[in-house]
């Protein structure tokens, strides 16, 4: 019989030590994206990126060859309204943009929403977890054109390290109490 797994410690979101990461949510390539699927990860990001506004949390938006996919979507520019640091990339991982890998390589946590799952959410965060960063995979924040190469994805990344989690325990981890000042106000993004 197998022993308990490991503990962790970094399995956990701190807003401290987080920084929130959009990878390519540009129009042309979330039009490519099942509508259902689209819907999802632009409502949840947006409601992470109102949380990690209030709450302080650095915010990085890349933006995959943005001649020719487009600005990011409407409605995460809305929820931004200006926030968050924007670099425009060709290659697939966001660590190929030295600016951008030396800010999300400087810290300790990285929450990645994006497109595509299979792609270079993957290969974003095998780069992270090869520099040592703990990486968090917000599962209903990603898509891909196909659910399988999604799961597909998403497999791959548990067993190089990721933890793949979900919005809303992003939301009331980086929380941690209902005592929180901030819990009532955020807490509403859910509802």
Known sequence: MAGP?????????????????LIDLQERLLAAMPKDARAEVECNTAR???????????I??????PTG???????????????????????????????????LTGGDQIILTGAETHICVTQTAL????AGVTVFVVE?????????????GLER???????????????????RDAADP???QLSQLIR
């Open 48 to 58: 992470l990126i109102e949380a990690a506004r209030q709450l302080g949390i650095p």
């Open 140 to 152: 209903d924040g990603v898509c891909s054109r196909e659910a399988g190469r999604k799961r597909n």
């Open 69 to 103: 996919l487009g600005e990011v979507a409407a409605p995460l520019q809305q929820a931004l309204e200006g926030s968050g640091t924007v670099t425009d990339k060709t290659a697939f991982s966001c660590c190929a943009e030295d600016t951008l890998r030396a800010r």
């Open 157 to 175: 990344l548990r067993a190089a390290g990721a933890i793949i989690t979900n919005h809303e325990s992003v939301l009331f981890e980086w929380l």
């Open 127 to 130: 780069e992270l977890l090869e």
């Open 60 to 65: 990085e938006v890349s933006r995959q060859y």
């Open 5 to 21: 797994a490991a503990h962790n410690p970094q399995a956990r979101c701190e807003r401290e030590r987080s920084r929130l990461v």
């Open 182 to 184: 901030q819990f009532r």
